[in-house]
């Protein structure tokens, strides 16, 4: 073998040699970009999702509502939504409006042997949840009127209008029974009874229908520590007091204030026909009396009282003053007369400093 052919060798050695070398790097970098690739990417660690933040409910409540002796002339005539039109913005305003239904709802029965019975068309009642009445107690002296199958149909048609009904029931156990009510995120329990009935056979008993009576509070108050265990609010709307009067009596003080031992979280009033003041209790709030809301044209004024809660307890209270005018609420707009119904509020309340917009608050 030649030098020649010698170094030819070796260039050609070397030449494979760097080739070899070549599709080695070549190869290393296919895997690696390879693996890179099939490799999910690296995420940062993810922080948790913080849990929702409670909202705040408000609930309105007003007092008596009659849809016979005039009221349903106009509210045939106009419906009966119309008769709430000049309180339609609080009540847009809120998550839940109450009030005491102040009349039997039916085409049976007989009246019964008393001064006043009171009977609505159960037509009248799809304007009233239209209207934005979400809930009404049955607990008052008239919703017994036109005798037990009366009342019974006043139950059904109320709920078959989507009305929560509380108050009066089939048996003892149905009107004494608080209606368990999804309100917002909260869980609200109502309870409706009455210190104010024509006599003992509109009681509701084991196997008699009739109405949840509180001239023994046993009942009442078993039934609030029950409720008290199962919902977030315990609101409590009595029909009590003595007609025309503006102050309670001292029952319904004691009466209140053993509520709100017993658990309830707002204790609301009505019957008087005229509105009594504000009382707190263990910073809880009691109204006396509503009023009336939609009844006779001997009604001069009422008022809307609005609550607002977050995380079951109360963050303020605030009362609308109204006025009255041709069976109709209107939410009281002038100055100087919204000036005198809140100061004569005030002046009738314990304890209790009313602001000039409407703002109640505990006297410390």
């Not at 309105?60 to 000049?86: N, P, R």
């Not at 104010?196 to 001239?215: C, E």
Request: charged share 20%.
């Amino acid at each position: 073998m030649n030098r020649d052919t010698t170094s030819r060798m070796r260039k050609t050695l070397v030449y494979l040699a760097m080739a070899c070398l070549v599709l080695a790097a070549g190869f290393v970098v296919f895997q690696q970009q390879s693996l890179q690739q099939a490799a999910p990417p690296i995420q940062p660690p993810s922080k948790p999702v913080p849990p929702p933040k409670p909202q705040p409910i408000t609930l309105t409540f007003v007092g008596d509502i009659l849809l016979d002796e005039g009221v349903d002339v106009v509210a045939k005539q106009h419906g009966t939504a119309y008769l709430f039109s000049g309180v339609a913005k609080p009540f847009t305003m809120d998550n839940l409006t109450v009030g005491n239904l102040e009349c039997a709802v039916s085409t049976r029965g007989k009246a019964e042997d008393k001064t006043y019975t009171f009977r609505a068309d159960p037509a009248l009642l799809a304007g009233l949840k239209q209207a934005g009445i979400e809930a009404v107690t049955l607990a008052n002296n008239h919703a017994h009127d036109f005798g037990r199958q009366a009342m019974l149909d006043t139950l059904d048609h109320v709920r078959a209008a989507k009305i929560t009904a509380v108050g009066a029931g089939r048996n003892a156990d149905e009107a004494y029974r608080p209606a368990f009510m999804a309100v917002g995120k909260q869980r609200v329990a109502l309870l409706g009874a009455s210190h104010v009935l024509p006599n003992n056979s509109w009681v509701a008993r084991d196997n008699r229908p009739g109405i949840a009576s509180v001239y023994d509070s046993a009942r009442v108050l078993k039934e609030i520590r029950q409720a008290r265990t199962k919902a977030d609010l315990v609101v409590v709307y009595f029909h009590w007091g003595k007609e025309k009067m503006t102050r309670p009596v001292p029952h319904q003080r004691e009466l209140a204030k053993e509520c709100i031992d017993a658990g309830a979280d707002l204790v609301i009033g009505s019957h008087p026909h005229v509105l009594e003041g504000f009382e707190y209790y263990k910073g809880r709030l009691i109204v006396y009396s509503l009023g009336n809301f939609v009844f006779n044209k001997r009604t001069r004024s009422t008022m809307i009282v609005q609550t607002t809660f977050l995380d079951g307890k109360m963050q303020k209270a605030t009362v609308i003053p109204c006025t009255y005018a041709k069976y109709r609420p209107l939410v009281a707009t002038a100055p100087a007369t919204r000036k005198t119904l809140l100061a004569n509020l005030q002046n009738i309340s314990y304890g209790v400093t009313i602001g000039t917009d409407g703002v109640l608050k505990e006297k410390k």
